[in-house]
């Protein structure tokens, strides 16, 4: 990465009284970890700053936060951890329940999950009023249409 791509990254972080440097530009959901783009290659934003400030990541490591601020580019807030590590410190710090793994009911519906194609588990009957509603909406607008 060059000099000038490198002072594009900073220029959309914003340090905060709480030690964190925010990133102010686009995120990859709503609320969760930041995202840049540089000569058409992606980057998760905490990535790119440890890796600017630290060096490359070692292949099966992730980039972990102190803070637990998915919006924090500090590379002093940054670490280095293995899955099992990142799963035991969401666990520490009230992020994850291990039991949520474990559910085999709905908690809005009482459905039952199962896997999608891409292996996460939904709620069938959840799912089946979601799509009900697009289609509704689809055809509510195609009959607008048909109007004019």
């Not at 972080?13 to 540089?38: D, I, M, N």
């Not at 939904?122 to 689809?138: E, F, K, Q, S, W």
């Amino acid at each position: 990465m060059t000099e000038t791509e490198a002072f594009a990254f900073w220029t959309k972080v914003e340090p905060t009284p709480s030690g964190c440097w925010e990133w102010r530009a686009g995120r990859l959901k709503r609320k969760s970890y930041g995202s840049f783009r540089s000569r058409g290659r992606h980057y998760v934003a905490h990535r790119l700053a440890f890796t600017l400030c630290t060096g490359e990541i070692p292949r099966g490591l992730f980039v972990c936060h102190h803070c637990n601020n998915k919006g924090c580019v500090n590379p002093a807030h940054l670490y280095l951890a293995t899955n099992q590590q990142n799963v035991v410190d969401a666990i520490r710090d009230g992020l994850w329940h291990p039991n949520n793994a474990a559910k085999r009911a709905c908690s809005r519906c009482g459905g039952v999950f199962k896997r999608n194609k891409m292996g996460r588990r939904v709620c069938l009957p959840c799912r089946a009023t979601l799509n009900r509603g697009y289609r509704h909406a689809a055809r509510a607008v195609a009959r607008e249409e048909r109007k004019e």
